[in-house]
């Protein structure tokens, strides 16, 4: 199983980032997927979820400011990334879990996210 996350850069305060992450070794649309992040010093937290029926979830610190969608055609998980603040900047990790199997999680090796003027 690989997850490869791509997209991370330097951004200015207010700017957008996409990032995207490319699923191989599973069966991607029977995967619920996550974006986590970790910034210096600070433990892994949650960023966003979709389902693999397309249900959505956000952190508070996201909301109306971050997209999570899915192309199950290209095994491609998206986080559209708007209004960005110098408090998102983080190592953002792409995550996959199985359908009804909690036990299971897969990381991808994260990309960078540094957000400064």
């Known amino acids: 199983v690989q997850l490869q996350a791509s997209g991370g850069d330097l951004v200015q305060p207010g700017g957008s980032l996409r990032l995207s992450c490319a699923a191989s070794?599973?069966?991607?649309?029977?995967?619920?997927m996550g974006w986590y992040r970790q910034a210096p010093g600070k433990r892994r937290e949650l960023v966003a979820t979709i389902t693999a029926g397309g249900g959505t979830n956000y952190a508070d610190s996201v909301k109306g400011r971050f997209t999570i969608s899915r192309d199950n055609a290209k095994s491609t998980v998206f986080l559209e990334m708007n209004s960005l603040k110098a408090e998102d900047t983080a190592v953002y990790y792409c995550?996959?879990?199985?359908?009804?199997?909690?036990?299971?999680?897969?990381w991808g090796q994260g990309t960078l996210v540094t957000v400064s003027s």
């Open positions: 070794g599973i069966t991607f649309r029977v995967y619920n």
């Open positions: 995550n996959a879990q199985p359908v009804g199997v909690s036990t299971m999680n897969y």
